[in-house]
């Protein structure tokens, strides 16, 4: 066929199995880019373009770049710039991410510095506002920094903010209360009753589930039973499907009723090795794909709908106008991109290694955020009782292999001289170190179950709070492991015997590294591995010590303040009286 | 069965079959609004409330609010309030209206102030920013005001403004141009993505309709045939269906794609008298559903998908959070609402006057906006011809019964003392007068074939420019219909022999009435049967006459500035030497 030459564009995509969104189909056709956007879909192929850049595709499929609209870039523990190269790599080309572990240990400051680290980006990285910091309250947990309702209300005005990041309270708003989200969510019905609203809320259900949505929280990507799921969607909430989620009967329900419009994939948390071994959303997709969800709305809720809910209604399809995010792929079966273009730009390109961004610094107290005093380190060698010799029961917390939630055992100890003698009980001393500076307080527990048994493992990686918890069967060992975190300014370390078995830092905040991610991911396996060594059995060892510290996951909690009793909303003593 | 009483709400409807707009079904169930949203459906009647009303539905069908996304309100010739008040009774609780018309004659002003005239009214009113103002350039048409960039940037900052209206110079844009609109376009792809642009491109196809899209404009609602639409659809642009547009294969291409969730109803322009006979959005979803749209998804997109487009996504949907909007129905072939809800408050009641909203008045300048001159008069008696005796030939305005363009004709006329002698040339003698005070200028022209025959029409209802617009075969019944139309400073008049067969006073910014729609519907009518009387042969002689001065629409029309050759974009002189 003759084909006549109309005009000049920057990119020309030719011999392309283009998926289309609207039709839910491929079709063979010639793509056209101009600058940041597609231009013209050649379904005919009669056109001729002049382009500055010819790709020939060779029949590979191209699908839009894919968007995670509910994910946080702190779970890889690695900065902006390292987390947007690796989503390049898995063809994930926008992301909405909520910075509240960022926001615990830094404030408004912590949340913008995480958008100003982001903006020189390979991708587009929006954020939502966090709403929950501290996770409770200052009366139970001490944080770096507290986002009330004037600082989420000035977050607004920042253009990367796509969205209110999860509520995660949501036992708490949905009853009478005074909590600085409620105050902002009231604002954003007012003011910005366009803004989408993140939630979060595991097993709520019937009347409570649609007071939580009363409040215009209108998504969730938490656990469920198919009950919970169909009543989510009946009700016009957004329903974020995590790895997790792709259970048959949850599918069978979106298929029959043909609910793709409001659904999408999402990945929440992301382990920085699992982000190297495994990938990100395009594992989600894959999975989803594996277990029957249709390839074409597969990719549809991992693009469209999750573009279409955060609003950013000028990409997630490949049509004139929208901007050129795309990636081509041998087959749709894996999800494993041979290039990926952002904006009309080649940003990965399979077997290459990505040209590394760099430029962006955190500001020098970022890397100066974890201070301990000698005092709080000395706690560790005496554990008072309130008695002088005889027995206490103490409240020790049970950990399981399959979830984050702990139960309180109560554990007899001896006391001696008028400190409780826990060496034999079978249980590990823990201790939460406040870090931050603002009060040098040590909250002291014991840890039982599936946690390790032996050695130490510490951590400022602790949710949401970021103090410094170490728990372990030496106080030599245990006080070691602090100081080296100290050394390190945060990360995790791994000690047996005086010896440290792994370590990761993570000098950005005590929770995050300006490393690249394979290094960080290396690490973190180590570390993973070490702690299974030690007797720690859980599907997520990481996961799990750092949730050991997360006083709104129940049952018995551990803070800088002590044992948090989580239902209840309180400090409870160690021992029972 | 038991049921308890749970807590208190506002309203609680009960024993309705409630649409649900994700499962696109009736189901049984009681609800439940706690002051503006919906707060709980019960589908299980289980649950009891102390409700401070009590709307037994007895069965009723139960639906979201219309939205209508697409609409002029100055179209029906009435003010906001009036408006509003008859949308309610059909069932309308939101729209987004583009003023271009007010805009047209008062500028910014034109826009701010429609925008303060909607604020009391009981259903909610958007606005579109008008983008085309004037329609062409001033070198053709002689405006009030003018929307330019700086202007359609202020605009932006109303929070009644939902989008972009329509970019109606569509075969202009797509080319290298220096239009406003073109750069007010390049701001907002750059600072506002998010901001919905609507489109008009009729007959736009391939590569040009690529580049009306590549510029983000991204629906469309003019009228096409089949494959028009598929390329539309296929191209990613929201497809507005108007009235016309409701054709067998188009319908059944939609459903055979199942591209709901592209498309949604709208009105464009409803006349007054139509407006109070047939109804609104509520008379397209009906006779969609008479041509075979399925009932649910013509509720669908009616509700769900306007609101969706517009990222009015409070409300759209009988769910928990949502804006309760809502209508109950006897029976779902006819959308006649029993009840009418809007923000949870009764606004419409069948059989019961509604309460009138008033307090409103537009500034005094708005009712003093038709400035005509003595001397502009008196140029209807003398037609000077370029030669003393003899013959001319004269560039006529062709009309035709089916359509508002119209072609160029060339008529023979003698010439006596200078002066054109028309009367007996079988056309009729037209004159457009600039009406804005700003240069006082006549156009002059002459019409044939559909128009009245005899007698004198005059309207300041005048597309886009609204000067003053005059035709008839008695150079001494047009000056009084000028003077008439001066008089009510605004409106139509229709008169033979010295007689006024009808007339409509338009007294606010010469295009509106703030009277009630039911009286202006009536007036029209008359209107509309004075002008067939005298011989006007169109489906809509009201809107034919008013495009008649249009010079956006082909082929040869009459301005301020006398014929304009709009293919050429030029004006063209009365006679051909």
């Known amino acids: ?20 969104s609207y039709l839910k189909k491929f079709e063979e056709a010639d793509v056209a880019v101009k600058g940041e956007r597609f231009y013209y879909i050649d379904r005919k192929r009669e056109l001729s373009f002049e382009a500055a850049e010819v790709l020939d595709a060779q029949g590979k499929y191209m699908i839009p770049g894919f968007i995670d609209i509910h994910m946080h870039i702190e779970s890889s523990m690695i900065t902006p710039l390292a987390m947007a190269e690796c989503l390049a790599a898995n063809g994930v080309t926008t992301i909405v991410s909520e910075p509240h572990e960022m926001a615990n240990v830094k404030g408004v400051r912590g949340v913008e510095e995480m958008i100003r680290a982001g903006k020189d980006a390979p991708i587009d990285i929006y954020y939502g506002i966090p709403s929950s910091v501290p996770s409770t309250s200052e ?6 920094g507290v986002i009330d309702f004037p600082a989420m209300k000035g977050l607004l005005d920042h253009r990367e903010v796509a969205c209110v990041g999860e509520v995660m309270n949501y036992r708490q708003v949905i009853r009478e209360n005074h909590l600085e989200i409620s105050k902002f969510l009231d604002y954003v019905r007012a003011k910005r009753p366009d803004l989408p609203v993140e939630g979060h809320c595991p097993s709520l259900e019937d009347l409570e589930l649609a007071r939580f949505l009363y409040l ?3 998504a969730d ?15 016009g909430m957004f329903f974020e499907i995590q ?6 009967e949850i599918l069978a329900y979106i298929r029959e009723n043909n609910l ?14 699992s982000l190297i071994e495994e990938g990100h959303l395009n594992a989600v997709v894959e999975k989803a794909v594996a277990f029957g969800f249709p390839l074409e709305q597969a990719v549809y809720c991992a693009t469209y709908t999750p573009a279409r809910r955060m609003h950013l209604t000028n990409r997630g399809a490949i049509a004139p106008g929208k901007l050129a995010d795309f990636q081509l792929l041998e087959d749709v079966r894996h999800f494993c991109p041979a290039l990926v273009f952002k904006s009309g730009r080649q940003i990965y390109r399979k077997g290459e290694k990505a040209e590394r961004k760099s430029g962006y610094e955190f500001p020098r107290d970022f890397y100066e955020s974890v201070r301990i005093t000698d005092e709080q380190i000395q706690s560790l060698f005496a554990i008072k009782a309130p008695k002088d010799e005889g027995k206490v029961t103490v409240r020790v917390i049970e950990n399981f292999p399959d979830c984050t939630q702990t139960h309180e055992r109560l554990v007899e100890m001896p006391v001696r001289n008028g400190r409780i003698c826990w060496q034999e009980s079978g ?24 946690c390790h048994g032996e050695g130490t493992v510490a951590t400022t990686y602790c949710h949401d709070h970021h103090n410094l918890l170490v728990a372990g069967d030496d106080p030599e060992d245990m006080a070691s492991a602090v100081r080296r975190i100290v050394e390190m300014q945060g990360g995790y370390v791994v000690i047996k015997d005086g010896r440290i078995l792994a370590e990761l830092p993570l000098p950005v905040g005590g929770i995050l590294s300006d490393h ?62």
């Open 1 to 20: 066929m003759e084909r006549t030459t109309v005009e000049k564009v920057s990119l020309w995509v030719k011999h392309a199995k283009v998926f289309n």
């Open 139 to 144: 009366e139970l947990e001490t944080t770096g």
């Open 216 to 218: 215009g929280i209108d």
């Open 221 to 235: 990507h938490t656990e469920h039973d198919l009950e919970e799921v169909r009543q989510r969607l009946e009700n």
């Open 243 to 248: 790895d997790k989620m792709l259970k048959p």
């Open 260 to 273: 793709y419009e409001y659904c999408a994939f999402v990945t929440d948390d992301t382990m920085a090795d």
């Open 427 to 450: 249980c590990i001393l823990g201790a939460v170190f406040e870090r931050h500076g603002k009060n040098h307080t040590v909250g002291i527990g014991f840890f039982s179950g599936s």
């Open 516 to 577: 690249p991610a394979k290094e960080i991911g290396a690490k973190l396996k180590q570390v993973r591995l070490a702690m299974e060594s030690l007797g720690y059995v859980h599907e997520n060892p990481i996961m799990s010590f750092s949730c050991l510290g997360l006083p709104v996951s129940p049952e018995l909690k551990l803070t800088n303040f002590g044992l948090i009793d989580v239902k209840n909303r309180r400090r409870v003593s160690l021992t029972v009286s």
